[in-house]
Every structure is written in structure tokens, then in C-alpha cells.
């Protein structure tokens, strides 16, 4: 079986046009008064209900949409909508071919010429009628030609309802949850979704003239989705205000109702609207008539075999799709909706790329505040420093204050260690040196320390240079202090000499 993630009403437009039944007016006591046409039937209209069970048949229909097609290979089209509600479900018998025939007449001699057709033709009275039998079966089973077995008898005409017809599978489309209250209305338009975007407010003034200009009426668009063949799917509602500062809905079924009347359908298709299904879910009388009835040409196997198979039976509802042409319409849709979900799927990711630059820009304020927090913390313990120095002035240290000088020493003894702190500071400056080196070879490269890190770096090649200076001036007075002594031995022994002789 196939499975498509489509509404019900797309694939079965008839579904929701009352059934069968005349148009509900609005309720007591409401000013929207809108006249129910007569005699409307399903969604189309007093249909015909053919063999298949559903209004129109099977691609015998003629289009409604104006480009969405006919029959079941339309969806859009008079094809595979709810008809057989307006009449008695066919009784599922199980008897083979021929137990159908305490059937009505013509249903019977239908079956009988068909059988007839496909088994045994009388036409020529020789062996080339088998060779004939076996054609109408290919026919038959192609769902397209005439069968001929009789000269007296007219041919029997082979369509894709046939239940001989082997191009048949059943798909699943998605039940609408939508109440009639809520008053969802789809009108199908024969035109671009940018078109449709771009005039949506005189849109929904065209729409609001079409209801009469009533000033208690006010039409809102629920939502806008493409459609394949260049159309546009507009879910409407009608809200009523009354004189107290109440509001409520139009129910789906009045609105409808009101469309379909033949001067207001006329409007209608002059701002280019192709179809009007109201969006309301199955009643559970319903669901369960068409459930437990397999369509005609569909073999009640199958439909059981559906029925079992449905993947989610609370959301899902078999539906059976015949010829290619329902095939093409069904891969037309789910391409359009692969297309929106990838088209939400890209707005998602420019969204996350955004969030990303967006946190990165967070991440790195908040490294540049820890940054200026720490320097204020530098800066508030300067202050405190300075301020306790000023207090403690003129007392003796105490045991508390000797301690936490002792801890400060082997501080800054580990600070001041070769192995540690230092020579990582010296292998930084290595990695400086040679980053310029190679900035100097390649001028075209720039490299940059941080403000605080090269504060840092200068304090301390500062504290070094100081160190130096310092030792070199120690030096300096030890050779100094050897030389005066130099000078004061030499100065002896020229002494110990001259009194020697």
C-alpha cells in the first residue's frame, strides 16, 4: 500500500458537502442569513452515484477544478467524493461473479455482459472467439476499451472502476480534526501563491462584498499553502459580531451552503476560485460506514488488509487510488509538500546559524566582562589596600596579618621558581620572538596579544630588567671592593720591603 501524509478532504473532496443531505440555514435568531440552495446533494451537487460507490466515478466526471483533473485522478476533481452517502451502501455479497445477480436489473445485466464479454464472447462463432475473450480481458484488466461478445448486444464499456481493472492500490490519507463550529471553509484558487499573498487583503474584501458587505460580517484567512499545477489552497472563516459585542463563527456548513448558490459560486469563480470544500472531520457514523464498506472494484480482502495496515487508524484513513493518473497527482502532492518541509527545514537552519552567531557573540562578551571584572576586582583591592594601611596605621602586626604574610611569600616564591611560572613566561617569549620573526619575514601576517597579558609580560620583563640592574650595581661594588683591596695588599708589600732593608 502507499502512504501519503494527505488531508481527507484533498483526496476525497466530496466528503464534506453535507452528505447527501439539504444545506443547514444559519441558526435561530443569527443576522447571517444566508439562503440554502436547493437540492445541492454531496459536494457537487445531485451527483450520480456509479459503480465504484463514490460521486462521479473514477475519471468519468467532468473537471471542476480547471486543471486539477477529473475522477479519482484529480483529487480536486468530482472523483472518489463521499456520493454514496446520499444513497444506500452497496451490500457487500460473497459469492463470486454470478451471486450478484438478485441484484437490481441493470446492475445485473451489466455483471452478465461483462462475464459475458470476458469469458465467453458469441460474436463470430469460431475459434477466434477465445483470441477475442482473451483481448477484453487484457481490457479489462487495463481498465480502458470496449469488450465485444454479442451482435445483438451493445459492448461493454471497460473503465478503471471495473473491478477486473489490476492498476488499483489503496493509500491512506490524513482525517481532519476541524468541527464544524470552528467554520474552516477551503477555497481553491486558480492562481500563484505569491499572487495570492501579494492581493490577500483585497482578497478578503472581495470575499467580504461576496457575503453581502454585511458590517456585523468580518472574514479572516486561517492560512495560505501551495498547490501543485500553479494553485493556491485559502482556509477561511467568518466570524459574526452581534450588537451586544458578542462574536461567533459561521459554521462551515451554512458558509458552504451560501457558496454554493449559483450567483455567489458565479463571483466566486470570477476572483478565480476553482473549488469550495468545507474542512470539518468524518462523524463517527461515518468513518465506521466507510470503513466497513470496501469500495466497488476494490476487493474486500484488500480493504481488510488496509484497514489493518493503517499505520495510525486514530489519524489515517484508507483510500483506494486508481490509474496512473491518480498515481501522478498523489507524487505531485507529496513533491509540493517535500518542498515546504524543506523549505521550513532551511528557515530552521538560517534560524540555528543565527542563534550560533548570536552565542558566539554572547560567549565572547562575556569573556571580555570577566576580563573587566577582574580589573575592577584589581582595582576595589588597590582601594581596600590602601584604605587598611591607612587604618592599621601605627599598630603592631598581629598573628593573623604575620600568617597571611607568610602565605604571600610562598606565593611569590612559587611565582619566582625557574621551573614553574618563569619558565613558561620564558617559553611565551620564545613563541613572541619567533611570531615576530616570522612577521618580519612575512609581512602580510599580523598577530596580537591581549591588552591585560602584555601589561602583564612588560611588569615582569620590568621586575627582571630591575633584578639586573641591581645585580649588575652589586657587581660593580664587589669589584670595586676587590680592587681597593688589591691596591692595599700590593701597597703593603712595597712597605713590609723598604723596612726589610
Request: with cysteine.
Amino acid at each position: 500500500s502507499t502512504f501519503s501524509n494527505l488531508p481527507v478532504w484533498f483526496v476525497l473532496p466530496g466528503a464534506f458537502g453535507g452528505f447527501g443531505t439539504t444545506a443547514t440555514t444559519a441558526a435561530t435568531g443569527s443576522t447571517f442569513s444566508f439562503a440554502a440552495p436547493t437540492n445541492t446533494g454531496g459536494l457537487f451537487g445531485n451527483t450520480q452515484n456509479k459503480g465504484f460507490g463514490f460521486s462521479s466515478g473514477f475519471g468519468a466526471g467532468t473537471t471542476v477544478g480547471g486543471g486539477l483533473g477529473t475522477g479519482l485522478g484529480t483529487g480536486l476533481g468530482t472523483g472518489l467524493g463521499f456520493g454514496g452517502f446520499n444513497t444506500q451502501p452497496q451490500q457487500q455479497t460473497s459469492g463470486g461473479l454470478f451471486s450478484q445477480l438478485t441484484q437490481a436489473p441493470a446492475q445485473s445485466n451489466q455483471l452478465i455482459n461483462t462475464a459475458s464479454a470476458l469469458s465467453a464472447p458469441t460474436l463470430l462463432g469460431d475459434e477466434r472467439d477465445a483470441i477475442l475473450a482473451k483481448w477484453n480481458q487484457l481490457q479489462a484488466f487495463w481498465g480502458t476499451g470496449k469488450g465485444y461478445f454479442n451482435n445483438s448486444i451493445p459492448p461493454v464499456e471497460f473503465t478503471q472502476e471495473n473491478p477486473f481493472c489490476r492498476f488499483k492500490a489503496v493509500g491512506y490519507s490524513l482525517i481532519q480534526g476541524s468541527k464544524d463550529e470552528d467554520g474552516l471553509v477551503v477555497l481553491a484558487f486558480n492562481k500563484k501563491e505569491v499572487d495570492v499573498r501579494g492581493q490577500q487583503q483585497q482578497l478578503v474584501e472581495s470575499l467580504h462584498k461576496v457575503l453581502g458587505g454585511h458590517q456585523t460580517l468580518c472574514v479572516n484567512v486561517e492560512g495560505v499553502k501551495a498547490l501543485p499545477d500553479n494553485q493556491t489552497e485559502v482556509i477561511v472563516y467568518v466570524v459574526e459580531r452581534s450588537p451586544n459585542g458578542t462574536s461567533k463563527r459561521i459554521p462551515a456548513t451554512t458558509l458552504y451552503s451560501y457558496m454554493e448558490q449559483v450567483n455567489v459560486k458565479n463571483q466566486l469563480l470570477q476572483l478565480g476560485v476553482v473549488l469550495t470544500v468545507t474542512r470539518t472531520e468524518l462523524s463517527p457514523a461515518q468513518l465506521k460506514q466507510l470503513l466497513q464498506n470496501a469500495p466497488a472494484g476494490v476487493d474486500p480482502i484488500i480493504w481488510e488488509q488496509a484497514k489493518v495496515d493503517n499505520p495510525e487508524p486514530e489519524k489515517l484513513i484508507p483510500v483506494p487510488m486508481v490509474g496512473f493518473k491518480e498515481l501522478i497527482r498523489r507524487l505531485k502532492i507529496q513533491d509540493q509538500m517535500t518542498k515546504q518541509h524543506q523549505t521550513r527545514v532551511d528557515i530552521i537552519s538560517d534560524d540555528i546559524s543565527e542563534l550560533q552567531k548570536n552565542q558566539a557573540t554572547t560567549v565572547a562578551k562575556i569573556a571580555q566582562y570577566k576580563r573587566k571584572l577582574m580589573d575592577l576586582s584589581h582595582r576595589v583591592l588597590q582601594v581596600l589596600i590602601k584604605q587598611e594601611i591607612q587604618r592599621k596605621s601605627g599598630y603592631a602586626i598581629q598573628v593573623d596579618e604575620e600568617h597571611l604574610r607568610v602565605q604571600l611569600d610562598t606565593i611569590q616564591s612559587e611565582l619566582n621558581a625557574p621551573t614553574q611560572f618563569k619558565g613558561r613566561l620564558n617559553e611565551l617569549m620564545s613563541q613572541i620572538r619567533m611570531q615576530n620573526h616570522f612577521g618580519a619575514v612575512r609581512s602580510e601576517e599580523r598577530y596580537s596579544v591581549d591588552t591585560d597579558l602584555l601589561r602583564e609580560i612588560k611588569q615582569h620583563l620590568k621586575q627582571q630588567q630591575e633584578g639586573l640592574s641591581h645585580l649588575i650595581s652589586v657587581i660593580k661594588d664587589d669589584l670595586d671592593d676587590i680592587k681597593l683591596i688589591e691596591h692595599g695588599l700590593h701597597d703593603g708589600v712595597h712597605i713590609r720591603g723598604g723596612m726589610l732593608s
